[in-house]
């Protein structure tokens, strides 16, 4: 059981991540709008992570609740990435060579935008079976019972932190030593969380966390860029074959040139990441972040 003020404080975040999502969610068209979609997910994550750090047994309906929003970020996740897929394909149909690399393009955009329409059939209809319980139900003031546990704010923050720092940069050196798409994109997923967690847990900071949070989003945001060039390239693949088996050698040969300058792409930001991810191990994170709330260093994260 969390003490009390730290309890306070993570209800706190909870009711501002619950409002934003509820916003998103109040125009009846909200899915037909991309950006709309992308952000929707963004708030069920962030309102997700709170779920985590939250005593559940305090908040009744915590699983059925914290289950609903996985199946809402789930369910937009296919749609989101056929978004993103399609807006890199147009950057590269505007800086197309020739005419036969346009129209390679363009080809592809069909077969994507048709996979969109597709995927977002499907979104609608799993969004109207997924029936999100009464979101607003977590607003309502949790009783707080004893005992609590006998330590300061700044503590029981650490303890939140602890593990997700642990789970999201422990293996950073070892993906830096070999590149690996899947794992890579489980770690951006880790270190999201762990991002959403410092976020939450901000007004119990003596100092603030913005230097630690701004090395998180660029690791997020690198990992997340090899996430998206990783899964072009291999719907990329997917469109090759296809147009192998069907004899289309002018698309088979664009789609390959394609295919290379995407695999570049990703090679670079894996190489970026890499030098990104030096040193940011849970120790170096730790004696940032224990500073920051007034804690005192780790024995094992002194120099």
Known sequence: MHPADLAIQLHRALEVRLARLQ???SPAQWAEDTEQLHQVRVAARRLGAVLDLVDPEVYPGHKSQRRALKGLVDILGLPR????HADRLRVHHLDAGDTTQAAVLEHLLEQVDRGRAKAR?????????LRLPDLARLRSVPSLPDPFQATSLQEAAWGCLEPRVAAALGDLAALSAQEDAAALHKTRVRIKKLRYAVEALETAFALPPEPVLKKLRELQTLLGD?????????LLWDAEAHLRTHD?????GGVLEL???VAEDR?????????????QDPAAFASALRPALGLPL??????
């Not at 894996?270 to 040193?279: D, E, I, S």
């Open 81 to 84: 990435e056929l978004d993103v």
């Open 298 to 303: 780790l024995r094992e994260s002194r120099p």
């Open 259 to 261: 295919l290379g300058a």
């Open 267 to 279: 090679r670079a930001v894996f190489c970026t990441f890499v030098a990104a991810a030096q040193g």
């Open 23 to 25: 916003e998103l969610l």
């Open 121 to 129: 059939r499907t979104m609608t209809k799993e969004l109207h079976r």
């Open 248 to 252: 289309r050698a002018t698309l088979c």
């Open 226 to 234: 090899h996430h998206d060039l990783a899964a072009l390239e291999a």
